[in-house]
């Protein structure tokens, strides 16, 4: 079984609920994960997607905040999810395909602005939420499956446009870098992006507050696409659709995608 999936941070579903429709037309990847939804499961937009061929879809949501969801044409079984760091957010959901590969899609906390968790409650629930997912593969660790979503945290130096720029500015600094990897390898993930794409600069996110993004090109590669040891070799053809965070009122996250034969 051969199909393509895709991560993107969406920054309000209902706001651009056409972009989600353009790119699920143009690129027709078999599944679409979804980060920051900014909405209720009820007022999701999710009819406009099915209309579109992708008829079977998981969603967590909340008002205003957080939000993940799972778009598909494949049939795809609910999971569960899991409220890390017991935060009470909708920031991971999962589902497994018929081949039985399981589907997790996290939106890991901003962190906020200070990378100091004495004074920034957010970067210690940050810090936490990873803890605890390091904790969880640990304990159960996972077969057979794909981890996508908005990790909040570039990990290489290639992954930022300026490495000791940024050696303190969150989503870049040592212990948020080392927290992503205790993670990683407690659940034995593989980087398919950087599988497919070792080497270069390589980013998913431009912020907003650039008045020419794509000319300063000052990205992170905030947004991941891993898997298991057991399937990593099954990835391929990595990509990250830079051309969309230039779409018309677009989010500040581009889509990346990867292909898997299974």
């Not at 393509?4 to 920054?11: C, P, R, V």
């Not at 037309?25 to 997607?49: A, G, H, I, N, R």
């Not at 044409?73 to 909708?90: N, S, Y």
């Not at 996508?148 to 969150?170: C, F, M, S, T, Y």
């Amino acid at each position: 079984m051969a199909f393509t999936l895709a991560t993107w941070n969406i920054n309000s579903v209902r706001l651009r609920e056409a972009l989600v429709s353009r790119l699920l037309t143009e690129e027709m990847p078999d599944v679409l994960c979804l980060q920051e939804c900014k909405s209720p499961v009820e007022k999701m937009p999710l009819e406009t997607f099915r209309a579109l061929g992708y008829t079977h879809i998981i969603a967590r949501g909340q008002k205003g905040y957080n939000g993940v969801a799972i778009l598909s044409k494949l049939p795809i079984t609910d999971v569960g999810d899991r409220d890390f760091a017991q935060l009470g957010h909708a920031r991971h959901i999962a589902g497994q395909l018929e081949n039985g590969v399981t589907i997790h899609n996290f939106y890991v906390p901003a962190g906020g602005d200070k990378p100091d968790r004495e004074i920034n409650e957010k970067f210690g629930q940050k810090l936490d939420y990873l803890t605890e997912m390091r904790d969880w593969f640990r304990s159960e660790k996972p077969e057979k499956a794909i981890l996508v979503g908005d990790l909040n945290i570039a990990p290489r130096e290639d992954d930022v446009w300026n490495h000791k720029q940024l050696l303190k500015i969150v989503s870049h600094t040592p212990i948020e870098v080392e927290h992503l990897a205790q993670a990683q390898e407690a659940g034995g993930w593989v980087d398919i992006t950087r599988q497919d794409l070792p080497e270069g600069l390589l980013y998913s996110w431009w912020s907003y507050r650039s008045s020419d993004w794509d000319a300063a090109d000052k990205g992170r590669r905030l947004d991941h696409v891993w898997a298991t040891q057991d399937i990593a070799n099954s990835g391929h053809s990595s990509r990250i659709l830079r051309a969309v965070r230039g779409w018309e009122q677009p989010s500040d996250h581009a889509p990346v995608f990867a292909s898997f034969d299974l």
